[in-house]
C-alpha cells in the first residue's frame, strides 16, 4: 500500500501538468489565429482603399462628362489663355483699321470714317491684287453731301502725296465702295492746303508757292471731281449783276458713263468752293 501512494501524487502532478499544457497549447492557438486574422485584414483594406479610389475617379470622370466640363486654367484677369489670344487679335485689328485714318488734326474718326477705314482693311485683307498698294494707303477726313433728298454723296479726301496712288485703284475703289455704300455715289479728293497772304514770313518775304492759291487749289479740285473724265475746254459767263457762272466741258467719249453724275459734280463743287459750275459735252472736240 505504502508503494502506491506516491504513484497516486505522481498521476495528479502529471494531469495538473497535463491541464497546464492544454491551457497554454489553446492560448497560443488563441493568440496564433488573432496574428493571422490580422494580417489578413491589411491585404483587404488596401484593396477595399484602391476600390473606393477607383470609384471616387468614375464618379469625378461622369461629372465632367455630364457637367459644366474641365475647368480650363485662368490667367491673373481671370480669361483664359483662348480669350486673351482673342482680345489680342481684336487689338490688333483695331490698330490696323486706325492706321488707315491720318488726320493730325483730329484724334478720333467718325462712325463714316470708321466705317470706310474697316472696309478698306477687309479689302486688302480679301484681295491679294490690291493688298499691295492698298497697305500704306490711309484716309483724312469724310463728307457726306446731299444731292436730292434721296440721293447723298460721299467725298474721301486722301493725303495729297499719296493722291497719285489713289488715282491708279480710283475706279475700283469706287466701284467696290459704291456697292456698299447703296444709292450714294463715291468722290476722292485730295487734301490741298490754301495759303494765306498773312501767312508769309514778312522777315524772309518769299513768294507764295503756286500750288497753294486758291485759284490753283480750286482748279485742282475741278479736276479731282470729274476724274478719270478729262476737261476738254472751259468758258467763263459773265450774268447781270455781276455773277459767273463756270461752263465746263468734258471729254464727250465718257458721256454715256457720266451723264448720270453729273449733277452729283456740280453739287459737289458748289459746296466745296462756293461757285457754280455747270458740266457740258461739246458737240465737236478740235
Known sequence: MSSQ???????????????????????????????????????????????????????????????????????????????????????????????????????????LESQICQFLVDLEASNKDLKHHLRHLG?????????????????????????????KLQDRLVRELEKKFSDQEVLLIAQRKVMKLCQIDPRTNAPRPRTQTITAVQNAILNDVVYPTKIVGKRTRFRVGGKRLLKVYLDPKDAKDIESRIQTYETVYRKLTKKNVKFLFPRYVI
Open 139 to 167: 484716309i483724312v477726313m469724310v463728307r457726306e453731301i446731299a444731292i436730292t433728298p434721296t440721293k447723298k454723296a460721299i467725298v474721301i479726301f486722301v493725303p495729297y502725296k499719296q493722291h497719285a496712288r489713289w488715282q
Open 5 to 111: 501512494q506516491p504513484k497516486q501524487g505522481g498521476g495528479k502532478r502529471n494531469r495538473k501538468g497535463r491541464g497546464q499544457k492544454k491551457q497554454e497549447d489553446v492560448k497560443q492557438a488563441g493568440k496564433g489565429p488573432k496574428k493571422d486574422t490580422k494580417a489578413q485584414q491589411q491585404p483587404k483594406a488596401a484593396a477595399k482603399k484602391a476600390g473606393d479610389k477607383k470609384q471616387q475617379q468614375r464618379k469625378q470622370k461622369e461629372k465632367v462628362s455630364t457637367g459644366e466640363g474641365r475647368k480650363r486654367k485662368t490667367t491673373k484677369g481671370g480669361q483664359t489663355k483662348g480669350q486673351q489670344a482673342i482680345d489680342i487679335a481684336q487689338q490688333r485689328l483695331e490698330l490696323i483699321i486706325r492706321s488707315k485714318y491720318q488726320n493730325p488734326a483730329k484724334t478720333e474718326p467718325t462712325k
